[in-house]
Structures are given as structure tokens and as C-alpha cells.
């Protein structure tokens, strides 16, 4: 049972637009900031989300954050094959101190 | 630009310790990042293991604090992850991670890049 909350699964057609929601309390995302990963097989998993809305650099801007209260959103525009992947948020819980992650969203372009 | 690359043994027997080591490579170990370890379970999420500084301060998971060790070898710009007492429930894929931390108005921020491509430890007999 992960702390934060995903769905298990989303699916669009290629150039569509998916949201990821990522719900948790106010010890973790209602007080701090959120990071979002994309996990392919057989690769490292990658930084695409940090500090709620921003985007590391080499990310492009069809991945997006947001944070309203306690819950975060990841949106991927223009979909495509390649997007097909698991994706995790992640954020500091002041009650744990320790990192908790969602239980994973699995991407699928119909 | 920073790789890490994580190494050890692939099977480990029930209540034996488990030992990883991360090599970081394109960058210092001493510098100011919070060196992390997380696994994933078959078929589960991520769970963060913990992380350490190169000074040698420690943050573990409540969950885990009572059999989990992280360490630092400056001179061979690598930190390593011991856990004891394992059984099949520990059984997963081990990623290390750089961790970058700040703090803006009492709020935390904590990312995780880059990672390691990841190492599948057994716990089987």
C-alpha cells in the first residue's frame, strides 16, 4: 500500500493528451514539493517533474505539473508510443521523514 | 555528466544481508548530494530505502531503519547499501540515485536524478 495515491493505469491514442492524477495528505504533497519519474523497461528511470512544475532540462514541454492542496497532476500532451511507461510521484513526508512515492501509473497509447 | 551503476550479488540466501555498491562516475561523491537507494518489488511501486551524505549523515525508512546500513568510500567514489535479515519480501530491483534537497519557506524539495539502470536481487535459498 503506497502512501500516495495513483491510478493503476490511463490509455489514449497517439497525439493525445493523458493526466495522471497523485493524490496524498498534508504531511507530503499538501506542505511539500512534488517530483514525478517515468520508469521504461530495462532503463534508468527518469526525472521528468521536480519542484511540482518544472522540467529538467532534455524534458519536453509535452510533460507538465501541476499541485493544488494535496494532490499533483502530470500531463503528457501529444502522445506517443515512446510515452508507453510507468510513471511514479514521488514527495518528502514530514510524518515518515522519509521519500514516498505513488504506486505507479501504467501509460498505454491505444 | 554523473552515471551510476549499481553492483553486487544477484541471489542471496533467507536471513543473509544483502550488499550493493553504487559507483558514481563524472562527478564527486563529496559533493552536496544526498546519495539514495530504492527498490521496486515485483509487480509493486517504488520504495525509498534511504540516502546519505558524503559527511556520512544517514536518513533510512522507518520501515527498514532497524536493518538497513548506508555508507560512504570516498576514495573509491562509491556508497554501498547493506540490509540483514532479508526473507523473499525483499526480494526486488535495487536502483541507486543522486538525491538533490532544498527547502523554501519550510517546505521540502527532494529529486532524484540521475538513477542506475537498476540490479534484480533474489532472496531465495
Known amino acids: 500500500q503506497s502512501v500516495l495515491t495513483q491510478p493503476p493505469s490511463v490509455s489514449a491514442a497517439p497525439g493525445q493528451k493523458v493526466t495522471i492524477s497523485c493524490s496524498g495528505t498534508s504531511t507530503n504533497i499538501g506542505k511539500n514539493y512534488v517530483s514525478w519519474y517515468q520508469l521504461l523497461p530495462g532503463t534508468a528511470p527518469q526525472l521528468l517533474i521536480y519542484d511540482n512544475d518544472r522540467r529538467p532540462s532534455g524534458i519536453p514541454d509535452r510533460f507538465s505539473g501541476s499541485k493544488s492542496g494535496t494532490s499533483a497532476t502530470l500531463g503528457i500532451t501529444g502522445l506517443q508510443t515512446g510515452d508507453e511507461a510507468a510513471y511514479y510521484c514521488g514527495a518528502w513526508d514530514f510524518s515518515l521523514s522519509a521519500v514516498v512515492f505513488g504506486g505507479g501509473t501504467k501509460v498505454t497509447v491505444l | 555528466q554523473v552515471q551510476l551503476q549499481e553492483s553486487g550479488p544477484g541471489l542471496v540466501k533467507p536471513s543473509g544481508t544483502l550488499s550493493l555498491t553504487c559507483g558514481v562516475s563524472g562527478g564527486s561523491i563529496s559533493s552536496n548530494n544526498w546519495w539514495t537507494w530504492v527498490r521496486q518489488p515485483p509487480g509493486k511501486g517504488l520504495e525509498w530505502i534511504g540516502e546519505?551524505?558524503?559527511?556520512?549523515?544517514?536518513n533510512y525508512h522507518p520501515s527498514l531503519k532497524s536493518r538497513v546500513t548506508i555508507s560512504v568510500d570516498k576514495s573509491k567514489n562509491q556508497f554501498s547499501l547493506k540490509l540483514t535479515s532479508v526473507t523473499a519480501a525483499d526480494t526486488a530491483v535495487y536502483y541507486c540515485a543522486r538525491g538533490r534537497h532544498t527547502a523554501v519557506a519550510g517546505s521540502a524539495s527532494i529529486w532524484l536524478q540521475p538513477w542506475g539502470q537498476g540490479t534484480l536481487v533474489s532472496v531465495s535459498s
Open positions: 546519505i551524505l558524503h559527511s556520512g549523515t544517514t
